[in-house]
């Protein structure tokens, strides 16, 4: 018996965590699917990104008040740190097409992001059953295959941007976008590496 009990509190910070990833990336999908709402939807960005801010910090603090945690503490700062990180990148995809004043974009934007979305809400099941490491390994190798989707249409993305003759500014900034993009996608198996090894340590 247990003299002292674990603060179990983590894991619906976790998911709310989470939910803001897949927040933030379903708004970065809009983005590149509606460019007339770009100045809201990257508002409504940085709205999530600063609620995430906020979740990661909680998380951060608890850890030290916590006498019991449920898993490692190095894995909850970990995981939190690294959902966090994905939500800044998606964050500064948004300020990057606000500042480079895109009035159109260009459909491997949208593919990317739709890849991203994906991703999230893999993420975003997995961190929800977090008790249940059964139900996240059954998952491995998903994020893998979307990384790998994301980095075809990348390398395609890149390769299009000098085929289609666009003047150097425009090859500048789309390619700025497409590599924070793809970086997005990367980060999001880089939770998932976090993720994975909390469930092998708790199975």
């Not at 809400?121 to 998952?139: M, Q």
């Not at 939770?191 to 994975?196: A, K």
């Amino acid at each position: 018996m247990r003299l002292i009990p674990r603060d179990e509190q983590f894991f619906p910070m976790f998911g709310s965590l989470a939910d803001k990833l897949t927040q933030s990336a379903d708004l970065l999908a809009k983005l590149f699917q509606e460019p007339a709402r770009l100045q809201e939807l990257v508002q409504k960005i940085k709205d999530v990104e600063h609620e995430a801010d906020v979740l990661t910090h909680d998380i951060i603090v608890r850890i030290d008040k916590s006498f019991v945690t449920p898993i490692d503490r190095e894995d909850i700062h970990l995981l939190a740190s690294r959902l966090d990180d994905v939500i800044d990148v998606i964050d500064g995809v948004a300020r990057r097409a606000q500042m480079f004043r895109l009035r159109e974009f260009r459909p491997p934007a949208a593919e990317l992001a739709e890849v991203l979305c994906r991703a999230a809400t893999v993420l975003a099941e997995s961190v929800g059953n977090l008790k249940k490491p059964k139900i996240i390994l059954e998952k491995s190798g998903l994020l893998k295959k979307l990384e790998e989707e994301g980095d075809a249409i990348y390398h395609a993305a890149i390769g299009s941007l000098f085929d289609d003759g666009a003047e150097a500014l425009e090859v500048i900034k789309w390619k700025e976008l497409f590599d924070k993009l793809e970086d997005a996608v990367d980060l999001c198996d880089d939770v998932w590496n976090v993720v994975e090894s909390i469930a092998l340590k708790n199975s």
